[in-house]
């Protein structure tokens, strides 16, 4: 009998108040990433209307990521003050307050800085999605928590992207951001009533607290205040394992961005998609990446519990993953929508299968340096959501195709591929004392 079977036979009846949770981050994160694309949805309309053109966009598009990318660690900061529960109700209130506003704007300074304010106020929500799976979870099921609350970013896209570009034709665009900061301010208010953390929680008993407990969960710590040194934050540079996994969510992070922010202009601008047509194929890749984020947890988590180590369990979903994402270059060889639309959901598959990235922040971090481990990890992650839309603003603008954008993105996608195969070595929870 291995470990998992005698903690299982040990403790029966638990509840099952974790999935409760984590249906809450699962709302919460298919608004954040509506909140992140409808700037994409918008941008056809909006650089029209206003006279952008492709560096300009490329340059707004970045800006929620200049922000995002700067607060993580301080975002990790105020988690680890504030705790998951007001941490997460101040910033989906605060994030949806700006996306509002943003409907007001009308040139490209004011656009620009209400677009960093709403990525200064999104910066706590992937760290705290992390806290809350680490701390509700055993290690044999985070992967699969990490794939199901991931899978929330593609649902909401793949289901309500059709819906913001019928708002955009039928309404305009700053309608776009009055709707979905209407809804997320009413969420915000749901999730502060409804979520608490595991030692606080009523409807969890001793028995679901142990399986936690026993399987590696970090049940106690969670909503616990921590006091944050800068030798701790330091810590979080001195291994290889780390800084591998930094580098590969990079890698991945910077795909994701492509299809946030200048895909669906790749269909209009690069395909001559009408806009309602553009926004339902549309759907296709981000039903790809829903699809990849579930089968990466669930084959993530069935190899552990077949008796693969940890790093195997772990790399191989990712590996396998980025190396789909590559595939986006194909789409530069290929004359049918059809295929193009194919090779786009192949790579964005991949994408979403690597996503369990973040399962290895939980896996690998210091227990009391959680939260700012993974607003570390997320800051080095959305570095590419600065680089990437400028990039290809810069390459559109300069050869008037998507042709080296394509290279572009495969070419980060293999250092992803080099850098878990070569750099992260082990997967382990490093102690706080231990030295690379």
């Known amino acids: 009998m291995n470990r998992w079977e005698h903690v299982e036979k040990s403790i029966p009846r638990k509840t099952n108040k974790r999935w409760f949770m984590l249906s809450l981050i699962f709302v919460l994160t298919a608004i954040n990433y509506l909140d992140r694309t409808n700037m994409a949805v918008a941008a056809s309309s909006m650089s029209a209307e206003l006279g952008f053109n492709a560096v300009t966009m490329g340059m707004l598009l970045s800006a929620f990521a200049w922000a995002y990318a700067f607060m993580q660690v301080p ?6 003050r504030l705790g998951p529960r007001i941490t997460y109700a101040l910033s989906l209130f605060f994030w949806s307050l700006f996306t509002m506003i943003m409907g007001l704007g009308s040139s490209f300074t004011a656009l620009f800085i209400i677009r ?6 999104e910066a706590p929500a992937f760290p705290t999605n992390n806290r809350v799976v680490s701390a509700w979870f055993p290690d044999r099921e985070r ?16 289901f309500l992207t059709p819906v913001l570009f019928w708002i955009l034709q039928a309404f305009g665009w ?17 999730w502060y009533l409804l979520y608490r953390d595991p030692k606080d929680c009523k409807g969890v008993n001793e028995a679901e607290l142990a399986y936690i407990r026993e399987g590696g969960g970090q049940a106690e710590k969670a909503g616990t205040a921590q ?9 979080l540079f001195k291994h290889r394992q780390l800084l591998g996994i930094y580098l590969g969510q990079f890698a991945n992070t910077s795909t994701m961005y492509f299809f946030l922010t200048w895909f669906p202009m790749y269909l209009v601008m690069a395909k001559q998609l009408p806009m309602i047509q553009a926004g339902f194929y549309a759907v296709i890749p981000y039903a790809g990446a829903l699809c990849g984020v579930l089968l990466g947890g669930r084959w993530s988590d069935y190899m552990l519990r077949s008796g693969s180590s940890l790093s195997k369990a772990r790399k191989t979903p990712i590996v396998c993953g980025l ?14 929508l059809a295929v193009i639309i194919a090779i786009m959901a192949v790579s964005f598959f991949g994408q979403g299968m690597a996503a369990i990235l973040w399962s ?27 680089i990437t839309p400028i990039v290809i603003g810069f390459i559109v603008h300069v050869t008037d195709s998507f042709i080296g954008a394509m290279v572009f993105i495969s070419a980060v996608a293999a250092v ?16 706080a004392s231990e030295h690379s």
């Open 143 to 158: 992967a699969t928590a990490t794939s199901i609350y991931t899978a929330a970013e593609f649902i909401g896209l793949a």
């Open 323 to 336: 190396i789909c994402s590559m595939s986006i270059m194909a789409a530069n060889y290929a004359d049918s």
């Open 75 to 80: 975002g990790g900061y105020i988690l680890e």
């Open 174 to 190: 700053r309608e776009i951001f009055y709707v979905t900061g209407c809804v997320g301010i009413i969420i915000s208010l749901f």
């Open 116 to 121: 960093m304010l709403i990525g200064a106020a």
């Open 360 to 386: 290895t922040v939980g896996d690998i971090a210091p227990a009391e340096s959680m939260g700012i481990a993974g607003g570390v990890f997320s800051f080095v992650g959305n570095l590419a959501g600065i």
């Open 227 to 235: 006091k944050v040194t800068a030798a701790q934050i330091l810590e």
């Open 416 to 431: 992803g591929v080099f850098s878990l195969l070569c750099i992260v070595g082990d997967i382990h929870r490093i102690d």
